[in-house]
C-alpha cells in the first residue's frame, strides 16, 4: 500500500525568533512577545524564558514573577505575516499543497513532490536548512502518512526538531502517548 507523506512543520516560538533575529540585542535574553503592563497576555516566549516556566497565554505580571529580567517586545504583525509569507514560499517549492493552520504551521502534503527526494525526512531536512538558510529562522518538522501523527511528532524534539512516525510504528508510538499529547485535546 502507498501511504501520503505529510509533513507540519511548525516555526520554533515565532514571534520572539522573528524579534531576536531582526534585532540581535535581544539574542540570548529571556523575550516575551505581548502586552507586559496591565491584564497584558504573553503571545509567545523565546527558549531562554521558556526555561523560567514563561508560555504562551500566560498574564504578564505571572511571566514576571517567573522571570523577572524578561522583555517585553509589543507584537509587530505586518512583520510577522511578511515573515510568514517567505516561509510559505518555500514551502510552495516543495508542493502546492500547503495547507497553513496559522502564522506559523503549515500542513505540506510532499506525496506527489515536484522535486525528487527519497523520503519525507529527506524532504524536512531540505526545507529546514532552507529556513534557516534564507530566513535565519529555526522550524520544527513533523513526518507522517497522516496530519494527525506529522502534527504530535513535530512537537516530539521541539525545539529545531525532526521526528517521523512511520506507519508500522503508528500504533507503538501512539500508545506511548498521554492523552494531552494529542492534537485538539486539552
Not at 121 to 126: I, N, S, V
Not at 128 to 142: F, H, N, P, T
Amino acid at each position: 500500500m502507498a501511504y501520503r507523506r505529510i509533513l507540519h512543520v511548525d516555526m520554533d516560538a515565532f514571534y520572539a525568533s522573528v524579534e531576536q533575529r531582526d534585532h540581535p540585542e535581544l539574542r540570548g535574553r529571556p523575550i516575551a512577545v505581548g502586552r507586559g503592563e496591565g491584564r497584558g497576555v504573553v503571545a509567545t516566549a523565546s527558549y531562554e524564558a521558556r526555561r523560567y516556566g514563561v508560555h504562551s497565554a500566560m498574564p504578564s505580571y505571572r511571566a514576571k514573577e517567573l522571570c523577572p529580567n524578561l522583555i517585553f517586545i509589543h507584537p509587530n504583525m505586518q512583520r510577522y505575516k511578511e515573515v510568514s509569507g517567505a516561509i510559505q514560499a518555500i514551502f510552495r517549492r516543495y508542493t502546492p499543497l500547503v495547507q497553513p493552520i496559522s502564522i506559523d504551521e503549515a500542513f505540506l502534503d510532499i506525496t506527489e513532490s515536484p522535486i525528487p527526494f527519497a523520503s519525507g525526512t529527506e524532504a524536512a531536512l531540505r526545507i529546514k536548512r532552507e529556513i534557516r538558510e534564507e530566513l535565519s529562522l529555526v522550524a520544527s518538522i513533523g513526518v507522517s502518512f497522516n496530519k494527525f501523527l506529522a502534527k504530535i511528532a513535530s512537537d516530539w524534539k521541539k525545539p529545531d526538531g525532526l521526528f517521523e512516525v512511520k506507519p508500522e510504528d503508528a500504533l507503538r508510538f501512539i500508545d506511548q502517548l498521554p492523552i494531552e499529547s494529542f492534537w485538539g485535546i486539552g
